[in-house]
């Protein structure tokens, strides 16, 4: 009877968060299919990796440290982020290598981590769940959903971008040193969030140390979505640049560029929706975004892995939808 609860409590909340994440990539969406994957590697994936690695490395700790709270905390401290960060990161690394055309920003690379992220808290919450409804019942379970969806719900997709983050610095990057380094870096960002939120809960005495545990992790992730916005306004300008041109030559009108480049497109959609032209609205304004997405990388790294051939086709798309598409 349990896990008929646990399941839907860790895996809801981890899907509308996981929707939110897909929300804030306002211009140039990521496949749904390939983040179901990536949502996937992480929930089931990685967490079988993890617990084969994290075994061995249990089995090491205890040989050595011979006290059971020094192992609890090495396994806290240490095992858990290393491990974890490794297992969900591979899935940012799959994308980066197979699915390097659906790779084009800073900004993916944080949601791919991100939804990693929320794939792995899902299933981990669910044994968290199963073991406090087996120690404290119900009120266990509810206490333990309260703090792990409710308080801390951003700590794994939080960690996990941070890996996502170095893989998008070398993906738009053409120097060498810092395509090298820049996913290590990131990886080890976020083995460093990831043991300082398991290391500072060791220590928390009482209300007040948990109260400024709680504090410092919500500012963190307060600073990271300032951060993620700036990126999306950054993104916002480049769609003005380089779509500039579609106008001039007469691909798209002003009225569409104005749409295109706009945050929210709202009344597009809901014009579209009531014109019974949705799709095509919705794919019209996509390939924007992905057309100047690729004029960008076109710009930056010439015809890598013929993106040449892919503004032509991007722009074949938009001709052919531009009747059709709502401003």
């Known amino acids: 009877m349990a896990i008929l609860a646990a399941i839907p409590m860790a895996f809801i909340p981890a899907f509308f968060f996981s ?24 929930g089931f994936v990685a967490i079988i ?11 090491g ?29 591979i899935a940012v690394l799959l994308v980066f290598l197979m699915f390097r055309k659906e790779f084009d920003s800073i900004l993916d690379g944080i949601i791919y981590g991100g939804i990693a992220g929320l794939g792995f808290a899902a299933t981990e919450n669910v044994f968290y769940f199963l073991g406090q409804y087996s120690d404290a019942g119900w009120g266990g379970m ?7 969806v409710g308080v801390f719900a951003w700590g794994h997709p939080f960690y996990t971008a941070f890996t996502g983050l170095g893989f998008a610095v070398a993906r738009t990057n053409k120097n060498i040193l810092v395509k090298l380094l820049a996913p290590i870096v990131g990886y080890f960002l976020a083995v460093f ?17 948990l109260a400024f545990v709680i504090l410092l992790e ?17 993104e916002q300008g480049m769609l003005k640049k ?22 929210f497109q709202f009344g597009a959609r809901m014009a579209a929706l009531s014109g019974g032209v949705y799709r095509a609205t919705s794919h019209f ?17 010439g015809d890598e892995r013929g993106n040449a051939a892919i503004i032509g086709k991007l722009r074949a798309n938009i001709a052919s939808l531009a009747p059709q598409a709502k401003t």
Request: negative net charge; proline residues 1%.
């Open 19 to 42: 929707w939110f994440l897909y929300w804030l990539d306002r211009y140039e969406k990521e496949p749904r299919w390939l983040l179901l994957m990536t949502f996937f590697w992480g």
């Open 49 to 59: 990796g993890t617990l084969i690695v994290a075994s061995i490395f249990e089995v």
């Open 61 to 89: 700790f205890s040989f050595v440290l011979q006290d059971a709270v020094l192992e609890d905390i090495a396994g806290g401290s240490i095992t858990a982020p290393l491990v974890e960060e490794f297992m969900k990161g």
């Open 142 to 148: 509810f206490a333990n959903f309260a703090l792990r």
């Open 193 to 209: 969030a990831h043991s300082f939120h398991n290391t500072t809960l060791v220590f928390v005495t009482g209300l007040g140390s």
């Open 218 to 234: 919500w500012a963190s992730w307060v600073i990271f979505l300032g951060f993620i916005i700036w990126m999306i306004r950054r």
């Open 242 to 263: 380089q779509l500039r041109e579609e106008v001039s030559n007469g691909l798209i009108n002003e009225a569409q560029y104005n749409t295109a480049v706009s945050y």
């Open 285 to 301: 304004y996509q390939y924007l975004g992905e057309l100047a997405h690729k004029k960008e990388q076109f710009s930056k790294f």
